[in-house]
């Protein structure tokens, strides 16, 4: 008895949770679509291109409730609707590794990344021709209260993406991979700048 009325419960609890997930997606979606407006063109989309990208991004939305998560799923959807010649228009091979990295990665990978980008923005405007370089240190003081060890894990995390990429160990270490070299990938500039940065958002909160 006890066993059947917690599994109830719980059932009920994350089909709401998954409803409340999908309704705020489709918020986010309507939004981002309304601040594209006479940028679509919807009779130039590949139909199978988009099914298959929205098919994957729907999978992420009903796995999480994380506000950063569900807004570069919307931002995905949205960017494969942009007309052909849109500047910010990705290929549809990088929208589909983009999906793959917001279905993969931690939440608090996503606070690192963007920490690794507000860093980088504030010493150069034109990040995606040349990948940027900073020390481990440098993004550890930003997440105050997390280990390096842990910080390490999340870069790790972007590495395998490459949206950061691990430099190599340096001769001389310092404690607690202080003076370990990390650069901040043009791929992870364009994540960052196409699905997490939206005009009411930053990018490094934690949500």
């Known amino acids: 008895m006890v066993g059947g009325s917690l599994a ?26 309304e601040t594209l407006e006479g940028r ?8 199978d291109e988009l099914a298959e990208l929205f098919k994957s991004c729907y999978l992420v ?13 919307a931002a995905l959807i949205s960017n494969i609707l ?9 290929r549809y091979t990088e929208l589909d590794h983009f999906v793959r990295c917001v279905d993969g990665l931690s939440i608090g ?4 990344l963007g920490h690794a980008h507000e860093i980088a923005s504030r010493q150069s405007k034109d990040l995606e021709p040349e990948p940027f370089r900073l020390n481990f240190e440098d993004l550890r003081r930003q997440m105050t209260g997390d280990s390096s060890d842990l910080v390490m894990g999340l870069v790790g995390e972007l590495s395998a993406m490459n949206l950061v990429h691990l430099a190599g160990v340096p001769g001389i270490r310092t404690a607690e991979y202080a ?8 791929l992870g ?19």
């Open 8 to 33: 109830s419960l719980l059932g009920d609890a994350l089909q709401a949770h998954t409803d409340r997930a999908v309704r705020r997606a489709i918020e986010l979606l309507r939004e981002r679509l």
């Open 40 to 47: 679509i063109d919807l009779g130039a989309i590949d139909r």
């Open 61 to 73: 939305i009903l796995r999480t409730h994380h506000e950063q998560k569900l807004r570069a799923a």
């Open 82 to 90: 942009l007309r052909s010649d849109d500047p910010e228009r990705l």
């Open 109 to 112: 990978a996503f606070e690192a």
């Open 179 to 186: 003076n370990y070299p990390i650069e901040l990938t043009p």
């Open 189 to 207: 500039v364009r994540f960052v700048r196409r699905l997490l940065a939206w005009p009411d958002q930053g990018t490094s909160a934690r949500s």
